[in-house]
């Protein structure tokens, strides 16, 4: 069984800054990869960002630059740095992992950017 817990979320002003938190447990060996998504109420899940377990990172285009998916295997965390947040961050974020061919979701965190 693989728990993912997601933390850090909360209201900011636009131009702020946010770090995102995802601490896995379980049996959690052989992850392939890893990621955070966000949705907003009405729309698809969207992939914000992604790392594989080689380090290979991806972004959407909406973030790139603004946001860093960083991992620390050693605590089993995953983290999102996010700068320069604008209103349209604004959604519940959601930590992913992929792992043996599964795919596993925490239970979300509420991001707010006021403008």
């Known amino acids: 069984q693989v728990q993912l817990v997601e933390s850090g979320g909360g209201l ?4 702020g800054s ?17 990621a955070w998504y966000r949705q907003v109420p009405g729309k698809q899940r969207e992939l914000v960002a992604a790392m594989t377990n080689a380090d290979n990172t991806n972004y959407a285009d909406s ?15 995953l983290y999102l740095q996010m700068n320069s947040l604008k209103p349209e961050d604004t959604a519940v974020y959601y930590c992913v992992m ?13 991001v707010t950017v006021s403008s």
Do not use: E, H, P
């Open 12 to 15: 900011v002003q636009a131009g």
């Open 18 to 34: 946010l770090r995102l938190s995802c601490a896995a447990s379980g049996s959690i060996f052989g992850i392939n990869a890893m």
């Open 98 to 110: 992929y792992l043996n061919l599964q795919t596993y979701w925490g239970q979300g965190t509420q």
């Open 63 to 77: 973030v790139l630059g603004r946001f860093t998916i960083s991992r620390d295997s050693a605590k089993n965390m």
